[in-house]
């Protein structure tokens, strides 16, 4: 019964939508809310010179050189940063094309994706909660990427209830 009801266009929408929404809140809570501000341990400036970098793949190269050291604390933190900034952004590049027909052009996508990657890194930035990092950028859209590369596959589109337009 379960099954012929999301055969329904209406609900089987609603259940990507509702899919989507808590991919939304999940992203939300670990992009600001897990992570402390840093308000009360530096001024605007300090925390600038400290949490920003705007030269591409310097902090990748950091952390592959801690897990090159083996050093056990920083090489997991390294191993989670990373895959974690390719994984954050990975399911919009499911959900956008599926939900949003223009989307699917892989331009407006591109466009999409990098407004709303820049708007979380100038969030995480005036919050200073994180850190402002290229990096971060060039690896959330690298997921992004990912995601929308696999919405173009057949059987995510089946699962996604979406037919190949």
Avoid at 140 to 153: H, P, W
Wanted: glycine share 4%.
């Amino acid at each position: 019964m379960i099954l012929r009801s999301l055969t329904e266009p209406k609900l089987r929408k609603k259940a990507v939508y509702t899919l989507f929404a808590v991919y939304v809140l999940l992203a939300l809570n670990i992009l600001f809310f897990i992570r402390s501000s840093l308000w009360s341990y530096y001024t605007y400036g300090e925390y600038f010179r400290e949490n920003t970098n705007f030269v591409p793949f310097r902090t990748v190269a950091e952390f592959m050189s801690y897990m090159r050291d083996r050093n056990s604390y920083y090489h997991d933190m390294s191993f989670d940063n990373l895959v974690g900034n390719i994984l954050i952004f990975l399911p919009s590049g499911v959900f956008l094309p599926v939900l949003w027909k223009k989307q699917r052009r892989f331009r407006a996508f591109a466009l999409t994706t990098a407004a709303l990657i820049i708007g979380v890194e100038a969030v995480q930035f005036l919050t200073m909660c994180g850190s402002c990092d290229i990096d971060d950028f060039i690896l959330n859209f690298f997921g992004a990427v990912i995601g929308y590369t696999l919405s173009r596959l057949k059987i995510i589109r089946k699962l996604m209830f979406i037919s190949k337009e």
